[in-house]
């Protein structure tokens, strides 16, 4: 396969692979970045495999899928990377495993490579999370992002989410007749509050200047 891989990179220019991003013309003029050789490191994996779905598309669309998974082989290299690339192509040689796409192939990659430790930076971003000047919308949008890897669920969900927000509109939501039921319910109920509660603030922001316009008038003395 080693050899498989060689002839594939002499085809797209003979451009050897490196620890820096080189660049390719081969297919269309257009020039894409290669990406940067790939050793295991939990926190790069998501830029490496973005930069390889990019040069697949633009660069590699007609060639097969195993060339393509080859190709990406070619850039995993070094530390803990090493015996995972190594079984792998033992296991694509004997027929063990066959990838459908390349899409699929880069799906396990990132499993592989994030899966604990990722879940670990993602709870602890979420344990950090504050709501502060943004609106209810904006907290709720991060605060998914976070949570799909953070490994939290139910009810430590919702306590870490009603940590976040700011004070006032927690209290509202605990002081209601009926508590949100679940963790949808508890963003969508936040963002009403806070919608409203911002609407009201700009409705007496209006008002108060209307008043003081009015107050401020020039007052015209009979002569």
């Given at each position: 396969m080693?050899?498989?891989i060689?002839?594939?990179?002499?085809?797209?220019?003979?451009a050897g692979?490196g620890?820096?991003a080189t660049?390719?013309?081969?297919g269309?003029h257009?020039?894409?970045a290669?990406?940067?050789?790939?050793?295991?490191?939990?926190?790069k994996?998501g830029?490496f495999?973005?930069?390889c779905?990019?040069?697949?598309?633009?660069k590699l669309r007609?060639a097969?899928v195993?060339?393509?998974?080859?190709w990406?082989?070619?850039y995993?290299?070094?530390?803990?990377?090493?015996?995972?690339?190594?079984n792998?192509m033992e296991?694509?040689?004997s027929g063990?495993i066959e990838?459908?796409s390349?899409?699929?192939?880069?799906t396990?990659l990132?499993?592989?490579?994030r899966g604990?430790?990722?879940?670990?930076?993602?709870?602890?971003?979420l344990?950090?999370?504050e709501?502060g000047?943004r609106?209810?919308?904006e907290f709720v949008?991060e605060?998914k992002?976070?949570?799909r890897?953070?490994?939290?669920?139910?009810?430590?969900?919702?306590e870490?989410?009603?940590?976040?927000?700011?004070?006032?509109i927690?209290?509202?939501?605990?002081e209601a007749?009926?508590l949100?039921?679940?963790?949808e319910?508890?963003?969508?109920?936040?963002?009403?509050?806070?919608r409203n509660?911002?609407?009201s603030k700009?409705?007496?922001?209006r008002?108060?200047?209307k008043k003081?316009t009015?107050?401020?008038?020039p007052?015209?003395?009979?002569?």
């Amino acid at each position: 396969m080693q050899a498989q891989i060689q002839a594939l990179l002499a085809a797209q220019g003979g451009a050897g692979v490196g620890g820096e991003a080189t660049r390719s013309n081969v297919g269309s003029h257009m020039e894409v970045a290669k990406p940067a050789i790939f050793n295991g490191e939990a926190g790069k994996v998501g830029g490496f495999i973005t930069a390889c779905r990019l040069f697949l598309r633009m660069k590699l669309r007609g060639a097969t899928v195993e060339e393509q998974v080859q190709w990406v082989l070619s850039y995993v290299q070094g530390g803990s990377a090493d015996v995972w690339k190594e079984n792998v192509m033992e296991e694509l040689e004997s027929g063990e495993i066959e990838y459908e796409s390349a899409e699929e192939f880069l799906t396990s990659l990132k499993k592989e490579f994030r899966g604990g430790e990722e879940e670990s930076m993602k709870a602890a971003e979420l344990r950090k999370m504050e709501q502060g000047g943004r609106t209810m919308e904006e907290f709720v949008q991060e605060f998914k992002q976070a949570a799909r890897r953070s490994g939290y669920e139910g009810r430590p969900l919702v306590e870490e989410f009603k940590r976040g927000m700011n004070g006032g509109i927690r209290r509202k939501l605990m002081e209601a007749e009926n508590l949100p039921a679940s963790i949808e319910q508890w963003y969508r109920r936040a963002m009403a509050l806070d919608r409203n509660w911002r609407e009201s603030k700009r409705e007496e922001e209006r008002l108060r200047g209307k008043k003081e316009t009015v107050g401020g008038a020039p007052k015209h003395r009979d002569k």
